[in-house]
């Protein structure tokens, strides 16, 4: 403000007048700030008093430990206890070799304790750090099958967060293993799904209530094989000898990241499917090569494959399909070869054949039909055989192309 009416001054007298509407319009900010300020000031002198009482531990863990003394913490805070609970999963990944999931975790417990309240004016301080092992805690645990890290309270070390009011945030760090049927028909697109179940360990649903706390926000900073691709809650009771347990239950969908296998998958099981269209509409004698090298195509993708899969109870689809091609790719050789023989035969051809060729040539044209000599017959059938053979390879090329697509 100074500085804009000093800078106005040296401007001349032609400025003068100008300055003076500035400088009248900055003196109303001026005090319009002022009347601001003072609050303010008071407010920040009043919080600066608050964090300075906060920030004396000595005098918040003196009247923390007076009302510990009073405090019992093996007595549940009410008779019927809502605990409400979040789960933020900071690592999901499958471990193929072992058939197993691994899944690292924050497991949030909140729940409100009237007796651990205080008068938030009279402490100057609305929260407090209270190592957990002094606090009444739900005994929330897994109780889904796991193989390691089964037990939220091994991590009691923790703090616990207290607020003036009463309410209470435990956070335990879980590290849970849990075994998965590995099921692998999708491959290399394979979704799978692993459940963890949470309830108390000895309290009925009457007496620990658990629900979901909110949906929360999964953040997962990584960028490994398996992608978490969804997180689903639900409850579910859970009948045990006379009472009931709620059970919380945490579903976590893992996606494979492998989009080179899916494309290799997609582009082999495709270049076999056309070499084998191709030697469809070729004639017999051009046909086993292109049927070969389908067969090989796909063979070679097999053996690839199988190195890298682990073992399950399932055979990927992919898999399926890779091995029909392989097949149909044989099954179009020895059609090829099998009408060549047919067309070949000299021999004179028996009665039935005769009848049976007169048959089909009303439904459909059979050409190197010539007279009544005996190859001509032969030639007939083998071109019945091969129209037979095509239509049914065609029929199963169709098919696999529709399960993979
Ligand atoms: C912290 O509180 C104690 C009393 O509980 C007092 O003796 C001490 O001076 C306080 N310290 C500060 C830095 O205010
Ligand atoms: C907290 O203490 C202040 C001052 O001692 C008092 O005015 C206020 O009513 C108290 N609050 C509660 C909720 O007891």
């Known amino acids: 403000m100074l500085r804009t009416s000093g800078g106005a001054k040296l401007g001349g007298e032609a400025r003068r007048g100008e300055a003076r509407t500035v400088s009248c319009v900055m003196a109303a900010g001026a005090a319009a700030m002022h009347a601001l300020l003072l609050p303010l000031l008071l407010l920040h002198f009043h919080v600066g008093v608050t964090s300075a009482a906060c920030g004396n531990a000595s005098a918040l863990s003196e009247r923390m430990d007076a009302l510990l003394a009073e405090y019992d913490r093996g007595a549940p805070p009410s008779p019927r206890m809502p605990v409400r609970l979040a789960l933020i999963v900071r690592h999901a990944a499958l471990d193929e070799r072992r058939s197993a999931v691994r899944m690292l975790a924050d497991l949030q417990m909140s729940w409100e304790d009237a007796r651990l309240s205080w008068n938030s004016s009279v402490w100057g301080c609305g929260y407090a750090g209270v190592p957990a092992e002094r606090l009444w805690l739900p005994d929330v645990a897994l109780v889904s099958a796991a193989t390691r890290g089964a037990d939220p309270a091994a991590s009691a070390g923790q703090h616990a967060r207290l607020a003036s009011d009463g309410r209470i945030e435990w956070t335990s760090r879980l590290d849970l293993s849990a075994p998965l049927a590995l099921r692998l028909d999708d491959w290399p697109r394979?979704?799978?799904?692993?459940?963890?179940?949470?309830a108390s360990r000895d309290h009925d649903s009457d007496q620990?209530?658990?629900?979901?706390?909110?949906?929360?926000?999964?953040t997962v900073f990584e960028a490994g094989a398996w992608e978490l691709a969804s997180v689903s809650h639900s409850t579910e009771t859970w009948r045990r000898g006379d009472g009931e347990r709620r059970v919380v239950a945490w579903a976590l969908g893992l996606r494979r990241r492998a989009p080179?296998?899916?494309l290799a998958t997609t582009a082999v099981l495709a270049a076999a499917a056309l070499l084998l269209l191709a030697a469809l509409l070729l004639p017999p004698a051009a046909r086993p090569p292109l049927c070969a090298c389908a067969s090989f195509t796909a063979a070679i993708w097999l053996i690839s494959a199988l190195v890298r899969l682990p073992g399950s109870a399932?055979?990927?689809?992919?898999?399926?399909?890779?091995?029909?091609?392989?097949?149909?790719?044989?099954?179009?050789?020895?059609?090829?070869?099998?009408?060549?023989?047919?067309?070949a035969v000299t021999a004179a051809p028996p009665r039935r054949l005769r009848s049976a060729l007169a048959a089909a040539s009303s439904l459909c044209s059979l050409a190197p039909e010539s007279g009544d000599g005996g190859a001509g017959v032969w030639a007939a059938a083998a071109l019945l055989l091969d129209r037979m053979l095509r239509a049914a390879l065609a029929i199963a090329l169709f098919l696999v192309l529709c399960l993979y697509l």
């Open 190 to 198: 394979d979704l799978h799904n692993a459940v963890f179940k949470f």
């Open 208 to 218: 620990l209530d658990l629900t979901v706390a909110h949906a929360e926000g999964q």
């Open 260 to 262: 080179a296998h899916a």
């Open 314 to 343: 399932t055979t990927p689809l992919a898999v399926e399909l890779a091995g029909a091609l392989c097949i149909c790719g044989g099954l179009a050789a020895l059609c090829a070869a099998l009408t060549r023989l047919l067309a």
